[in-house]
């Protein structure tokens, strides 16, 4: 029997699950890409910013971070633009963006949450509906019901938990890689964040 043959037979709630496991794997590699991406850029970016402000070139680092938008150049763009005003006003600048950045990262990712956690329920839900039906063809066939019949209505009835549940695991686990993914990141974006801050005081000493 061939997957084909196998996906019909699993009824119509096939139907969604293979939907959500496509868009839940777009999801994934959209998220995947810009998060390495971004990392790539806001290291290279990094080096150019801190270069700068060892110079005290702060315009400069400031018409950088204009021309070269990442998550790093974005969250430290409106610090260097008011480098002049206090310490505290810096740093919650760079804290309140950050957050947007955050925001930014994790795009979709609710999404994918739900359709890791739905896809497992809607296989389950196809599974009682293609119950009911074999049950429901075993109580017309009444006393000529074999166990043949029987066991082919139940585990073309399962066919939607086993898609349901291998759509749902490796999306679950495809989830919890991003936000480490994102969270390690964010470490990062943080500590360096903290440098150029420290940098940005000794260029106003």
Known sequence: MNMFSVFF????????????????????????????TNKKASLSSMKYIRNFLDQKKIKEAYQFCISNPCSITNILKNALK????????????????GKLEVARLEQNLNILYTIATVSPLMGF???????????????ALGSGVNASI???????????????????????????????KIDHFVLGLEENSIELIDLI???RN
């Open 150 to 180: 029987l066991a082919g209505g139940i585990w073309e009835a399962l066919i939607t938990t086993i898609a349901g549940l291998v759509v749902g695991i490796p999306l679950l686990i495809a989830y919890n890689y991003l936000v480490a």
């Open 125 to 139: 839900l196809g599974t009682v509906i293609g119950m009911l039906k074999a049950f429901q063809k075993i109580a």
């Open 9 to 36: 037979k699993g009824g119509f709630m096939m139907i969604p699950i293979v939907l959500a496991s496509i868009l839940g794997l777009a999801i994934f590699f959209e998220r995947y890409s810009i998060l390495k």
């Open 82 to 97: 008011n480098h002049q005003k206090s310490y505290q006003f810096i740093k919650d600048s760079i804290e309140s963006t």
């Open 201 to 203: 005081e000794d260029y």
